[in-house]
């Protein structure tokens, strides 16, 4: 799952000389400008002259722990966050392999309104906005020397990027710093008073202060004697939707339900393979909440076995692949229960799934729900050729409101899928369960991606499966409203160890509707 938080508020700051080269414009503001900057120039005034541009930014870390407190975004540990800024193109010099650093800052600042990048003429003086003497109207940066208050006393506040190119969009991972943020100073982490982003110490500019001389130039005897210049990323007043900063969160929201895809166990599999997870929702009233007497604790499973026509539970317990009869089960989400069973024997045709509250060698209080599984073989075959498929979302709609999120469902069968007579009218079709899918959507106007695959570690973009088949959620305040997206799916291949883009294509719209 993703979900992307934009920035509340960002600003750059400069100890740059004026057009003139007299003086700095050291009281400039650019807080509602529409692009961000980095560079570091030396030399261009005096030999030695020093010339900086630092870039503000902040985020509403109180929308992620609502959205933590309210179950949306995983428990610390679940969930990555990734700082992302754009590159912005210019026709001006761009540095190549430059390095930018990201640290906290910890102290309060102000965006402002000023807009030049250019001349530098949007001044505070006293008006609301930082600068690179003063953190807001009231209060000058701790520093003498300005370029605002920097927190890098832990590995934890220090992120660092290369630029080869110099036209790469910043993409960290600044996990810890995030959690920290979300804990607050009063709960072991820190405030959130936002980030900075600037060039290394290396590669800013040489410089020399005065110890305890108010003045904008860095005391920087180990910089640069030759110019960075310039960086510049896409600000949050950007007009590009997609290219404004955010910080992405990303977890695997995935469920592997494997209910349809039941085998029974067999020396031929590994271990993991004797395996099978199944599920239980525990639905009232149409939403999931947890068993009163369970709570978030664990659950009991036993298996008994049954036919195909059977339409309730018979005999004893089945002996389990470890030679018990009961499986501990445990609590995943709220009204979501899930345990990890195999079974040995092959000549069950049907068996019965009883989740209920018992001890281990106790006999059963109370049963709260008997599912059915019609276990399969581990078979073998002859062939290595691939089964080609058909796809189709069952419940695609036309159009989706913007702060909407749809639950699709992807329907598989194989293409050369030919039923007869008997089949269409005794059987419905089962979609086929892929173990290991991915979707994708773009913007079908110029192909744009808005969502890319997520396959990584995170598997931020998978697709769940149960019984039924895939699914997966697509938030749509992901996408910019007023366009026409499409849908794309991939899978994986373990045989080629790699993913499969399939051919279908699945469009839709996303509106932002006022009323």
């Not at 992620?64 to 800024?85: E, H, K, M, N, Q």
């Not at 991972?173 to 709960?187: A, F, Y």
């Not at 092959?346 to 989740?355: I, Q």
Request: hydrophobic share 35%.
């Amino acid at each position: 799952m993703i979900r992307r938080y934009s920035a509340s508020a960002d600003n750059t700051i400069v100890n740059a000389f004026e057009p003139n080269l007299r003086t700095r414009a050291t009281g400039a503001n650019a807080g509602v400008a529409d692009v961000l900057e980095v560079y570091s120039i030396y030399g261009r005034q005096y030999t030695g002259s020093q010339e900086l541009s630092r870039v503000l930014i902040k985020f509403p870390i109180t929308a992620i722990s609502a959205d933590r407190t309210s179950g949306i975004v995983p428990a610390s540990g679940s969930v990555s966050f990734y700082l992302r800024l754009f590159n912005a193109p210019t026709s001006k010099t761009v540095p190549k392999d430059l390095r930018l650093v990201v640290n906290p800052l910890f102290n309060p600042w102000q965006e402002g309104v000023g807009l030049d990048l250019e001349a530098y003429k949007d001044e505070t003086k006293g008006n609301a906005g930082s600068n690179w003497m003063s953190a807001s109207s009231t209060a000058s940066w701790n520093s003498v020397s300005g370029g605002a208050d920097w927190l890098s006393s832990s590995a934890d506040y220090r992120y660092e990027q290369l630029f080869r190119a110099g036209t790469e969009d910043l993409k960290i991972d600044i996990t810890p710093l995030v959690e920290r943020w979300v804990k607050g100073s009063s709960g072991g982490g820190i405030a959130n008073y936002g980030l900075g982003v600037k060039l290394t110490s290396s590669q800013e500019a040489f410089g020399t202060a005065s110890a305890g001389n108010a003045q904008s130039v860095q005391n920087n005897k180990k910089g640069a004697t030759k110019s960075y210049y310039t960086k510049r990323f896409f600000a949050r007043g950007s007009q590009y939707f997609y290219c404004r900063p955010i910080i992405e969160a990303r977890w695997d929201s995935t469920t592997r339900d494997d209910r349809g895809n039941f085998f029974f166990s067999s020396s031929r599999a590994p271990a993991a393979d004797n395996l099978n997870t199944l599920y239980f929702y525990n639905y009232v009233r149409g939403r999931l909440v947890n068993l009163p007497s369970v709570g978030t604790g664990k659950i009991r499973v036993s298996l008994y076995s049954g036919s195909l026509y059977d339409t309730n539970p018979s005999g004893s317990k089945l002996p389990l692949y470890d030679g018990n009869t009961n499986m501990t089960g445990g609590w995943v989400s709220t009204g979501m229960y899930t345990c990890s069973i195999g079974i040995k024997s092959s000549s069950v045709e049907t068996f019965y799934d009883v989740w209920h509250s018992q001890s281990a060698g106790g006999t059963a209080v109370t049963e709260y729900f008997t599912g059915s599984v019609l276990p399969s073989l581990i078979g073998g075959g002859n062939t290595h050729s691939m089964p080609t498929r058909v796809l189709n979302i069952t419940n695609l709609q036309n159009r989706y409101r913007s702060d909407q999120t749809a639950r699709l469902n992807l329907f598989v069968r194989n293409r050369n899928w030919s039923p007869n007579v008997y089949t269409k009218v005794v059987k419905s079709t089962r979609s086929i369960g892929i173990m290991s899918a991915s979707y994708r959507v773009f913007r079908v106007l110029d192909g744009y991606e808005a969502i890319p695959y997520g396959t990584g570690s995170d598997f931020c973009t998978g697709l769940s499966y149960d019984v039924s088949g895939n699914y997966f959620d697509l938030d749509m305040k992901l996408l910019e409203p007023g366009y026409a997206y499409g849908l794309k799916f991939s899978f994986y291949d373990e045989t080629l160890d790699s993913w499969e883009e399939q051919s279908e294509m699945f469009k839709f719209r996303v509106e932002n509707y006022e009323y």
